[in-house]
């Protein structure tokens, strides 16, 4: 194995996005500190451009192509790189947007908040460019360090810092899980890249290997049974830091999910579906089933995200290329009704300093719209049509049923029912109850700017969601070359989703 | 069956879409009397509009008509596709009258949230079209489950009783279980196109799409895990016994419009006549489903009368008596005969005109006495003659009074379930003379006989609204009960065809061979109207033809 780490310009740019997002994080920073004076909401509007600019240059690169790999296969751009990117620069910008008036509420280190948030997007955008498990190891670690401090940004509130401790020992008791995976794939295969190990038997350390490192990603995404700090952790973060975590890491997480799953162990799916499938139905059914019984939202809301994450191990247990589309199609649904629910309870939040579901008592009647964006985005995590969604769950389980998984299809079907039930408590408390308190609620520009777009990404997702499945079945076209022959019964060429 | 015609304009979509615009407008209202005029316009021109197509729909014909059609997820062979056929264009009109005989009841029955309430009732409206103009089966489920959420906050809001609230949630949530089996005999139904369409290498390979799928065959074993899956989320909606208990508590907790659209919009038996039946011809007429069918037809009959014939309040006895003649319906599917299919399909229009309109007449009652129990009743036909006249129609005709409307359809049920087993047929009879002995016993003790203690003061008969309501009933009742022709016409090409599909079987058993399929298309062509044009949707080997 050598390494060859010169660069030329050419492969320079393929890291244009992570260097822009690089600079702008230190203009963030140093104008915190050149001018103290300066309005910290000026500082988000600056993150949000710089977002922007990021923005468009993945979708520059996602127009006309742009791939290849650095630093000796470590990392790669290619379109699911690039879709992941996306996805999480949209996450930030939005989660950026929420967090302006909740910042009011901290009492020292205003600017730096919005730096830890843009360096844990730049971790995770790292994340999704992983191409083997050294990078896998690196950027995962990058990511979770602004999280650390994120979740435990409230100084002076008790459940903010044991939040916090929580997430940290846990996560570090992850990283060494995920470093001894890692040991010992490297030193059954002496191979570190994804497309590398796949050609490498399988062997019981290999397979230990693995599962150790499955267990680090599912940590990352809160699967059942690694889903322990999610509660407490998302209960006690700041809200934003929690919408942040319950969407931008899980799509990092999968684009690792994915590569590994669906490349390196293509050839070993008939002995982990088994895995994915116990994962899944654990995950939906004890996050669904715990949820009935919340009453604050954010832990509610962190229950139906471990639910929703076992509705999307479904589209990995499919193990197919079609599994992946609508993993990422789901994925897209996910982000905008999560966290448009979330950027609800923010709101709410800082108005009425309460996260307990009997205080949206009546919020029909408080603020119609904010009552409105819930309703949408509850149904649309529950999966009501013509919500996004629905159309991200039918995706799912079309790809399910396509490889015979009828068990888990009708635990995920009846999970729906289960899920209907709590999002309808909360219906029922905005629009049935009386309100306790008549104020109106008023809602800043900026939040009302993230909940458009969230209401506008859950509705055209699900009422024109063509283009978006079409830019995720382009964006996985690398795995029909790994999948199992069974997914590739119809030749590539006449693939039902080429277009 | 597979025959299309278009009609050069987008009247479905427009039928479709237009309430709810109607009712999103609304909301831009502020005045009360504004806002309950403009309702009744919308609701008003919506019944034009379906009148209309009633009026352009060629009778005698299997084509699916007025078909419109876009791709909207292709990846997953999902379409915009609307047509109608004899089979579903009687419930669009019946839809619409019906909702507009709601606006008009609710006009001083509804006192508060008049806007977010007719704005719901509109959009429910639109969902339940929705139901009945979908030829693509997810479009189809979208609006079945789009139905909650209205449904939902009707309930909610606008329910008189105490326990509205367990009421709303058990409906959305029993329905909802039903639903999610229903969405995997729909997949399971798209993979089965999907494998199909793999092996003969058609493009695309999923589909959605009613017609599509009605030119494969579908292997018989799967056929029964497919019609038991689909039957979950049909009987929980319809809802068959015993699978009804969310309906005595919807229909007496829940509001008044919303009673008279459960009752009378049979949507359950509908997707049994429309998707099950033609989709999965083996496992219909397979032993053991008809057995279990005309079991669950037959029991539901009986038990729904003798539930009734002890209630004292008069909506439950109605919702029981609308569980009663559920089961008449279901004995006149699964006879699977000519007169069966086409007294089920009267019957579940008839349905819309007599136990919608009892519900109609329970809630004047109600609005007289501030309870439809028959504690508070007793000696009313005294007091108000035109009420107590009107229920006496509209009652004779829900337990089929020959001249009623009720007598057309549950004859030719009779007759079809006569003529699949006698048995069958004369089980059925019985729930006849129950329906007739719980009705009559009640309007006796309702109508008749003493005034119920503290009575003193007067209370006034029909007003003019009210009158309006029950004269358009009786006038359907009557039309339907002396002239049945023209609507047995506009059903009858489509249930000749349902017929001969289940005579011949899906295609599949044919060995699905294009040759069997061109000589059906030269049939069916020689069928044609004149100004009527085919069309084909996709330009595959899968062109659809007659079947």
């Known amino acids: ?499 | 069956m597979l025959e299309e015609l278009t009609f050069g304009f987008p009247i479905l979509s427009m039928l479709l879409f237009f309430p709810l615009v109607g009712g999103l407008i609304l909301c831009l209202l502020d005045d009360d009397d504004l806002i309950k005029n403009a309702a009744l316009a919308v609701a008003g021109l919506e019944l034009v509009l379906a009148i209309v197509v009633l009026l352009r729909f060629i009778p005698d014909s299997a084509a699916m008509q007025f078909s419109e059609q876009v791709a909207w997820i292709p990846p997953l062979g999902i379409s915009y596709h609307l047509a109608l056929d004899g089979i579903s264009v009687l419930f669009v009109g019946l839809t619409a009258f019906l909702t507009v005989l709601i606006v008009l009841y609710s006009w001083d029955t509804v006192r508060h949230q008049l806007k977010l309430y007719f704005a719901a009732l509109l959009a429910l409206e639109t969902t339940i079209v929705g139901v009945f103009v979908s030829i693509d089966l997810i479009l189809f489920f979208v609006f079945w489950e789009l139905m909650l959420i209205p449904s939902y906050f009707l309930i909610k809001l606008w329910g008189g009783g105490a326990e509205r609230q367990y009421a709303a949630l058990k409906y959305v949530l029993y329905t909802l279980l039903g639903s999610v089996f229903m969405l995997l005999g729909i997949v399971l139904l798209d993979l089965n196109y999907h494998e199909w369409a793999v092996a003969h290498h058609i493009e695309p390979s999923y589909t959605f799409d009613f017609l599509q799928l009605l030119m494969i065959p579908i292997p018989p074993d799967r056929q029964v895990l497919i019609f038991w899956l689909i039957f979950l989320g049909l009987v929980f909606k319809a809802p068959l016994f015993p699978f009804h208990t969310w309906l005595p508590d919807v229909l007496i907790e829940g509001p008044i419009g919303m009673a008279v659209i459960l009752a009378g919009i049979k949507l359950g038996t509908y997707g049994f006549i429309r998707f099950s039946l033609p989709l999965l011809p083996e496992a219909s007429q397979d032993e053991s489903v008809v057995a279990v069918m005309m079991t669950l037809g037959l029991l539901a009959i009986i038990y729904g009368a003798i539930v009734a014939l002890i209630q004292p309040d008069f909506r439950r006895l109605l919702a029981f008596s609308s569980i009663s003649h559920l089961g008449f319906v279901v004995v006149g599917l699964f006879a699977l005969n000519f007169q069966g299919l086409q007294g089920s399909l009267l019957t579940m229009i008839n349905l819309g005109f007599s136990t919608a309109g009892l519900f109609f007449l329970a809630g004047f009652l109600y609005a007289r006495r501030q309870s439809t129990h028959l504690s508070s009743f007793g000696g009313l036909a005294k007091k108000v003659p035109l009420l107590a006249t009107f229920l006496l129609i509209i009652g004779l005709a829900s337990i089929g009074l020959p001249g009623t409307n009720g007598f057309v359809g549950e004859f030719l049920i009779l007759l079809g379930a006569f003529e699949a087993y006698w048995l069958y047929g004369a089980v059925a009879v019985t729930g006849v003379i129950f329906g007739a002995a719980y009705f009559l016993w009640y309007y006796e003790r309702a109508m008749f006989g003493p005034l119920p203690q503290g009575l003193s003061h007067a209370i006034a008969d029909l007003n003019v609204r009210e009158t309006v309501i029950a004269v358009s009933l009786s006038v359907m009742i009557f039309w339907i009960g002396l002239y049945p022709a023209p609507f047995l016409h506009i059903m009858n090409g489509s249930v000749q065809a349902l017929v001969n599909r289940l005579d011949r079987g899906s295609v599949a058993e044919t060995g699905g061979s294009l040759g069997v399929r061109r000589e059906a298309l030269g049939e069916s062509k020689a069928d044609a109207s004149p100004r009527a044009t085919s069309l084909s949707p996709h330009p595959s080997p899968l062109t659809p033809h007659g079947i």
């Not at chain 1, 009647?365 to 309703?375: D, G, I, T, V």
Request: aromatic share 14%; hydrophobic share 55%; glycine share 8%.
């Open chain 1, 1 to 499: 194995m050598t390494f060859n780490l010169s660069m030329s310009g050419s492969d320079l740019l393929l890291l244009l996005p992570e260097m822009l997002l690089t600079v702008w994080l230190c203009v963030v920073l140093v104008v915190d500190f050149a001018m103290p004076r300066l309005p910290k909401v000026r500082l988000a509007y600056l993150s949000v451009g710089g977002l922007a600019t990021v923005l468009l240059n993945l979708l520059w690169f996602d127009r006309t192509g742009v791939t290849g790999t650095l630093f000796a296969d470590m990392f790669v751009v290619d379109r699911l790189a690039i879709f992941f990117k996306i996805l999480i620069v949209i996450a930030t910008a939005l989660v950026i947007l929420v967090s302006v008036d909740y910042v009011r509420r901290f009492r020292f280190f205003k600017g730096e908040y919005y730096f830890l948030i843009l360096m844990s997007a730049l971790g995770m955008m790292f994340m999704a460019s992983a191409n083997d498990l050294l990078s896998v190891f690196i950027t995962l670690e990058f990511s979770t360090f602004g999280f650390y401090v994120l979740v435990a940004y409230l100084r002076d509130d008790v459940a903010s810092n044991e939040a916090g401790l929580k997430f940290f020992i846990l996560g570090v008791f992850v990283a060494g899980l995920l470093a001894y995976g890692i040991s010992l794939v490297f030193g059954e295969t002496g191979k570190l890249v994804f497309s590398d190990i796949a050609a490498a038997p399988p062997t019981t350390g290999l397979i230990i290997g693995f599962l150790l490192i499955f267990g680090a990603l599912g940590f990352k995404i809160g699967a059942v049974p690694f889903h322990s700090w999610i509660p407490d952790t998302y209960h006690g973060a700041p809200t934003p830091v929690t919408a942040f975590l319950s969407i931008a890491p899980k799509g990092a997480a999968f684009a690792i999910l994915l590569r590994m799953f669906l490349v390196s162990l293509a050839t070993l799916k008939p002995a982990w579906v088994l895995l994915m499938v116990g994962v899944s139905i654990l995950s939906m059914t004890y996050g669904n089933v715990v949820a009935i019984a919340q009453k604050n939202i954010k832990r509610l809301l962190a229950y139906s995200g471990i639910a929703q994450v076992g509705n999307i191990l479904i589209g990995l247990a499919a193990g197919t290329k079609m599994g992946g589309d609508a993993i990422l199609f789901y994925l897209l649904t996910y982000l905008f009704a999560n966290l448009g629910a979330f950027a609800v309870v923010i709101a709410v939040g800082n108005l009425i300093r309460s996260d307990e579901i009997e205080d949206y008592s009546g919020l029909n009647r408080r603020s119609p719209f904010l009552a409105m964006a819930m309703l949408v985005f509850l149904l649309s995590l529950a999966g009501v049509p013509p919500l996004a969604g629905f159309i991200g769950k039918l995706y799912i389980f079309v790809a399910a049923i396509n490889e015979g998984l009828y068990t888990l299809l009708v635990v995920g079907l009846l999970n729906i029912v289960i899920s209907m039930y709590y999002y309808l408590i909360v219906v029922k408390k905005m629009y049935i109850n009386e309100p306790i308190d008549r104020t109106p609620l008023p809602i800043s520009t900026p939040m009302k700017a993230a909940i458009y777009v969230c209401l506008a990404g859950t509705l055209i997702l699900g009422v024109y969601p063509q283009p978006f499945i079409d830019w995720a079945v382009s964006a996985t076209l690398m795995f029909s070359q790994f999948t199992a022959p069974a997914a590739l019964a119809v030749p590539p060429t006449v693939l039902p989703f080429g277009g």
